[in-house]
């Protein structure tokens, strides 16, 4: 397979916005944001991919109960919910990968970018590996991306990792749409708890002057319908927080329609 050449911009000309979901650290929701993200577009009638490529801890196998996937028809997207799906658990065993370092997983990720035939889509989200590193350092400067969305907790330990994410988007000059606090807080019968702490996302969008795109509260059946193959936007659309996606998507539409399409951009070398 060849792939993009070390610093070279990567094209995707059928794609209108390329937005990658970030986080700094694993295990904070990002995979599941990408995923009803992308579910939230699609049902507000736009042309999605979704692209994950954390070669890690691949999610989108298990959140699209796709299971094994006929190794023969990648590199061809897989089309489910709607969704053209590819992820790099379609190619890469995680348990190999792990041995991996952050050029080689570039190189793959990007030549997959580059190989894989997406058709005409409005917006091509990718989920990228969790972290700040070489990787996806690499990918942020080669995918051809409209903007960002980094996804943190509240606490102020998840903060110093979102705003190591902020860096890199900053550093590659690519625009951060905004910040998606995730797992915010519980709702029970006597009220909202927030046991991972409150206002850190609000508090990092404010610092670096980007929108708080949304607040996704703790939600037992977000987690419930991600392991079983159908993501809550999808199962249960009128929940309050497939709502909250709802209005995310439409924010994440008028946001980029703001921006130049990614299609439209010339190949440059950086
Ligand atoms: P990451 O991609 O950042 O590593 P995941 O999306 O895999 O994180 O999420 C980690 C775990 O947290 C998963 O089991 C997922 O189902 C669960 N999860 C994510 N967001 C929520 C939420 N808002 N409420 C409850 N569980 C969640």
Redesign the pocket.
Known sequence: MSGPMPGQKISLPGVKHVIAVA?G???????????NLSLALRAAGQRVGLMDA?IY?P?VPLMFGLGLVDQTKVPFPIEKYGINLMSMGFLVDPAQAIIWRGPKVAQAVGTFLVQVPWGDLDFLII?LP?GTGDAQLTLSQQAPLTGAIV?TQPAEVSLIDARKGVSMFQEVRVPILGIIE???YLETPSGRVSPFGSGGGRKLAGEIGVPLLGE?????????C??SGEPIVRKHPDHP?SMAYAKLAQTVIDETAKQPDSGGLPTVQL
């Open positions: 986080s650290k694993g295990g904070v929701g990002k995979s599941t944001v990408a995923a954390d801890g999610s989920d969790p996804v995730n797992m915010s996704i509260p703790i939600e037992p059946l977000v987690s419930t991600g392991d927080v």
